[in-house]
């Protein structure tokens, strides 16, 4: 019996951080320039330590889990999308470089 794809769960987490860990001391702080992020927190890193990220939870029908974890500001709709291309799919047809969906900020987190 082979390994299958039978669930995929997203627990969305806020993950603070420590003043200075991001943003250096005398930074400017303007992130209106980086992709995802900066059209999120409205160009401010005030916003990032409450964007959420996701812990993924993928289980198969023989008991085996595996663990994922997204960036912060990722779309629901491409995680749902992500996870339905994966269900049911034998874990041994799957090659973590080339995964049946797009090459995007959701991608990394599987």
Known sequence: ???RITQITA????????????M??????????SPGIGKT???????????????????????????GETYRAVSLENLHRNAEAL????????QLSHLPFPLDREYDGF
């Open 24 to 33: 250096s001391e005398g930074g400017v702080d303007d992130w209106s320039k």
């Open 87 to 94: 269900l049911s799919m034998p874990l041994n047809s799957l």
């Open 41 to 67: 927190s409205g160009g401010s890193m005030d916003a990032f330590s409450q964007m959420p990220k996701y812990i993924l939870r993928m289980g198969t029908n023989r008991g085996v889990v595996g663990l």
């Open 1 to 3: 019996m082979e390994h």
């Open 11 to 22: 627990t969305p987490v806020v993950v603070p951080h420590k003043p200075d860990s991001i």
